[in-house]
C-alpha cells in the first residue's frame, strides 16, 4: 500500500507543478488544488499507513497516529479556504484586465507566446 | 503563571472579531477601535519585554496540555523584543492609514488587525505547526491588505503574491510532516531534542525537511531568487499596508534565526552554507534594483531586500558575534523602511496625477518639510554617520569579517546613496509648475516622524541599544535553556 500512496502523492504533485507553470489563471488555480491534495496525502500518511485501525488509544491493539489526521484536517480547511480566495481573485483579475493570463497580458500576445498550445 | 504573554494574539482577535461585528461603515468607531488595540499592543509589548528582559522564559501551555503534546507559546527576549517591535510599527501605519487610505476598501480594520494577530502568533508560538497556521492567519489578512484600494496592478501583484505563498505553504506542510515522520513531534524544543539523537536512516530526511523549510523561510523573508514578488506587491500596496508590510519579510527572517538557534545549532550544519551565498546575491540583486527603479516605492521596496539579503547573510555566516549587531540592524531596517513607504505615499499624494514616478513633475505643497524627512530618512536606511544605520553596518562588519561581505555591504551603501540622492533631487527639484497634488496633513506627517524619529534616537542610545541586542543574542546562543523551560527537567 505505501507503494500506492507513493504513487499517487507523485502524479498529484506532478500534475500539480505542471499545471501551476501554466500562463492562464484557471489551470493555476486546479494545478494549486492538485498540488495541496498531494501535501495533504502525504502529511496523513506520515504518521505511518495502518488499514482497519481505529485512531483512539484503548480501542484496539494497534492504533494509528492521529495527530496527522488533526494536521490534515487543519490544512485541508485552510487550503480550502486559500482556494476560494484564489478563486474570487482570479475572477477579479480578469474583470480588471479582460484576460485570464496571469500576467494580466494582451490575450492576443499572451497566445502567440503559448504556441501552439491553445 | 502570568497570561499577559497570550494578549498580543487575542487582542488584535477580539478588536478584529468586533470591527467585523460593525457593518455599518461608521469610520470613527473603526479607527477608534483599531488604533485602541494597537496602542493596547504597545503596553503590552512594553511589559513583555519588561517580563523577559531578566533572561526567563515564559511558557504558556494552550489548555494547559502538557509540552510536547500541547501547543505552547515561548516567550523570551527575541520575541519579546519582536512583539514590541510589531506594535511601535503598526500605531503609526494605522495613523496613517485612518487619514483616509482605509475608506478605499470594506474592512480594512479588520484584516489589519487579524494581520497583527497572525504576526504575534508567529512570533510566540513554540510549536512549528501552529507556526505554519500563524502564518496562514497573516497571509490571508495580507492577502486583503495588499489589493487594499484596488486597481489592475494591485490585483496582478497580487495574484502573483497569492499563487507563490499558497505553493509556499504546500512546502511548509510538506516539511512538516518530514519533521514529524523523523521526530515524532511538532514541538519546537522537542523536536530539537530529537533531532541530536536521530537514527542514521533518518538524518537525510530531516535535512531534507530543514531544507524545505530554509526554502519556505526564503520565501517569506524575500531571499534570492525568491524575491521576485516583492518590489511589485509592496510599491503598489497602500503606503499604510506597505509600511506594515515591512514587518513581514522579518516574520521569514524570525522564523529562520528561531530553528537555526535552537534545531541545527547543536547538530550539523544544514544549508546554511548556501543561505550565506544567497544572502550575498539577493544583497547584490537588490542594489541593482534599487538603482533601476523607476518609482519610489519600487526603490524602497527594493531596500527592503536588501536589508533582508544583509541580514540572513550574517545570521548565516556561522560567527557568534554577528548576532547582536544583525538583530540591531533588523530592527533599525523595520522601523526605517516602514517610514520610508509612509514618506512615499506623502510625496505620491503631494505631486497629485505623477504619483511617486521619478520623473520631473510638479513641485510638491509641503515639500520642504517632506523633503528634510526624505534626507533624514535617506540617511538613515543606507546607513550613513551619524543615524542608526551607520552603527548596525559598522557592527555587522566588525563581526563579519568575510571580505565578499564588507564588498557587497559597502557597495550596498554606494547604490543607496546614488539611487535615493537621484530619487530625492528628481521628486523634491526637478519641478515643472504648480502642483495639482495635496498637502500632508498634520497626523500623517507624525506618523512618518513617529518612525523616523526612532532611527535618530537609536544612534542617540546606541550602546545601550546594542548591549540590549547583545542580551538577546546570549539567550539565542544558549538554546538548552529554552529546551530545558518548555520540556521541564525532565528532557536531559
Given at each position: 500500500m505505501e507503494l500506492l500512496v507513493a504513487i499517487i502523492i507523485g502524479v498529484l504533485v506532478t500534475s500539480g507543478v505542471y499545471l501551476c507553470l501554466r500562463a492562464r489563471t484557471f489551470p493555476v488555480v486546479m494545478g494549486l488544488t492538485l498540488l495541496s491534495y498531494g501535501v495533504n496525502v502525504f502529511l496523513f500518511s506520515m504518521g505511518g499507513l495502518k488499514m482497519d485501525e481505529v485512531a483512539v488509544v484503548g480501542m484496539s491493539e494497534n492504533p494509528t497516529d492521529p495527530l496527522p489526521q488533526a494536521l490534515v484536517l487543519t490544512a485541508i480547511v485552510i487550503g480550502f479556504a486559500m482556494t476560494a480566495f484564489l478563486v474570487v481573485l482570479a475572477l477579479r483579475s480578469q474583470g480588471e484586465h479582460y484576460t485570464d493570463h496571469v500576467d494580466g497580458r494582451d490575450d492576443v500576445a499572451g497566445r502567440k507566446d503559448e504556441g501552439g498550445e491553445a | 503563571m502570568s497570561h499577559w504573554i497570550i494578549a498580543p494574539v487575542l487582542i488584535p482577535c477580539l478588536a478584529g472579531l468586533l470591527l467585523l461585528l460593525e457593518v455599518r461603515e461608521r469610520h470613527r468607531l473603526r479607527r477608534f477601535t483599531g488604533l485602541l488595540s494597537c496602542a493596547a499592543l504597545l503596553a503590552v509589548g512594553v511589559v513583555l519585554v519588561n517580563q523577559a528582559w531578566d533572561g526567563a522564559y515564559t511558557v504558556y501551555k494552550l489548555g494547559n496540555w502538557e509540552a510536547p503534546f500541547g501547543i505552547v507559546l515561548v516567550l523570551d527576549r527575541f520575541s519579546a523584543l519582536m512583539v514590541l517591535l510589531t506594535a511601535v510599527l503598526a500605531f503609526p501605519a494605522l495613523l496613517y492609514a485612518s487619514c483616509g487610505d482605509d475608506r478605499k476598501g470594506a474592512n480594512f480594520h479588520g484584516l489589519f488587525q487579524f494581520q497583527l494577530m497572525g504576526i504575534n502568533g508567529a512570533f510566540l508560538t513554540g510549536d512549528l505547526f501552529n507556526l505554519f497556521v500563524f502564518f496562514e492567519v497573516l497571509l490571508i489578512a495580507s492577502y486583503g491588505l495588499a489589493l487594499h484600494g484596488r486597481g489592475p496592478a494591485r490585483v496582478k501583484a497580487g495574484l502573483h503574491y497569492v499563487v507563490l505563498n499558497l505553493v509556499g505553504s504546500g512546502l511548509f506542510l510538506i516539511a512538516l510532516g518530514l519533521i514529524y515522520g523523523t521526530t515524532g513531534t511538532l514541538n519546537m524544543a522537542d523536536v530539537a531534542v530529537k533531532a541530536q539523537s536521530l537514527p542514521v536512516g533518518d538524518t537525510t530526511l530531516f535535512s531534507v525537511a530543514l531544507l524545505l523549510l530554509w526554502v519556505v523561510f526564503g520565501l517569506k523573508a524575500a531571499l534570492f531568487p525568491l524575491y521576485f514578488w516583492l518590489p511589485a506587491t509592496y510599491a503598489n500596496a497602500t503606503p499604510a499596508v506597505a509600511a506594515l508590510f515591512a514587518i513581514m519579510t522579518k516574520v521569514g527572517i524570525y522564523a529562520m534565526v528561531r530553528v537555526m538557534a535552537l534545531i541545527v545549532a547543536p547538530i550539523p550544519p544544514i544549508g546554511q552554507q548556501a543561505l550565506w551565498w544567497l544572502g550575498l546575491i539577493t544583497l547584490g540583486l537588490a542594489c541593482l534594483g534599487a538603482l533601476g527603479a523607476k518609482r519610489l516605492g519600487t526603490a524602497v521596496a527594493y531596500l527592503v531586500v536588501m536589508s533582508v539579503g544583509t541580514l540572513i547573510a550574517a545570521f548565516s555566516?556561522?560567527?557568534?558575534?554577528a548576532l547582536a549587531p544583525a538583530l540591531y540592524y533588523l530592527v533599525h531596517s523595520t522601523l526605517i523602511c516602514g517610514a520610508l513607504f509612509l514618506l512615499a505615499g506623502l510625496v505620491a499624494r503631494g505631486r497629485?496625477?505623477?504619483?511617486?514616478?521619478?520623473?520631473?513633475g510638479p513641485a510638491i505643497l509641503g515639500g520642504g518639510r517632506l523633503s528634510l524627512l526624505f534626507f533624514v530618512g535617506a540617511i538613515a536606511v543606507i546607513g550613513l554617520p551619524p543615524l542608526s544605520g551607520f552603527i548596525g553596518k559598522v557592527g555587522l562588519l566588525r563581526t563579519v569579517p568575510e571580505p565578499i561581505y564588507w564588498v557587497l555591504l559597502l557597495v550596498a551603501g554606494l547604490c543607496g546613496v546614488i539611487a535615493l540622492s537621484r530619487a530625492g533631487s528628481t521628486l523634491f527639484w526637478r519641478t515643472t509648475g504648480e502642483s495639482a497634488g495635496l498637502r500632508p496633513s498634520r497626523r500623517r506627517l507624525f506618523a512618518v516622524l513617529w518612525l523616523l524619529a526612532l532611527s535618530p534616537a537609536m544612534a542617540l542610545w546606541g550602546e545601550a541599544g546594542l548591549q540590549w541586542a547583545e542580551a538577546v543574542a546570549d539567550q539565542l546562543r544558549q538554546p538548552h535553556g529554552y529546551v530545558q523551560a518548555v520540556l521541564g527537567g525532565g528532557a536531559q
Open positions: - | 555566516a556561522g560567527y557568534g558575534a497629485g496625477e505623477v504619483g511617486d514616478r521619478l520623473v520631473a
